[in-house]
Nanobody, 119 residues
């Protein structure tokens, strides 16, 4: 079994910062891509940022220049540093990872962490 556990969400004022963390644990052979998605009320889940095991990153246009994704592969952890937050960043943020368990690669999701940007 593999689990992804997120932390770091909360309430922040516009222009503020938050750092999300996601730790993968369990019967992990290796992790390829790790990333963050978000889902606002009444909207579809969307990609925020992701990172390959080699360090290549990809960002949604709406967060480029404000958010930074990083990984600590030794700790099976992915981070999302969010700066200059806007009310439209309010959403539940989900960690996602493609993880090899033995000879099989599966896609896993965390439980989500709420980010609210409001004055």
């Amino acid at each position: 079994q593999v689990q992804l556990v997120e932390s770091g969400g909360g309430l922040v004022q516009p222009g503020g910062s938050l750092r999300l963390s996601c730790v993968a644990s369990g019967s992990i052979f290796s992790i390829s891509a790790m990333g963050w998605y978000r889902q606002a009320p009444g909207k579809q889940r969307e990609l925020v940022a992701d990172s390959t095991s080699g360090g290549r990153t990809n960002y949604a246009d709406s967060v480029k220049g404000r958010f930074t994704i990083s990984r600590d592969n030794a700790k099976n952890t992915v981070y999302l540093q969010m700066n200059s937050l806007k009310p439209e960043d309010t959403a539940v943020y989900y960690c996602n990872a493609a993880i090899w368990v033995g000879l099989r690669k599966n896609n896993y999701w965390g439980q989500g962490t709420q980010v609210t940007v409001s004055s």
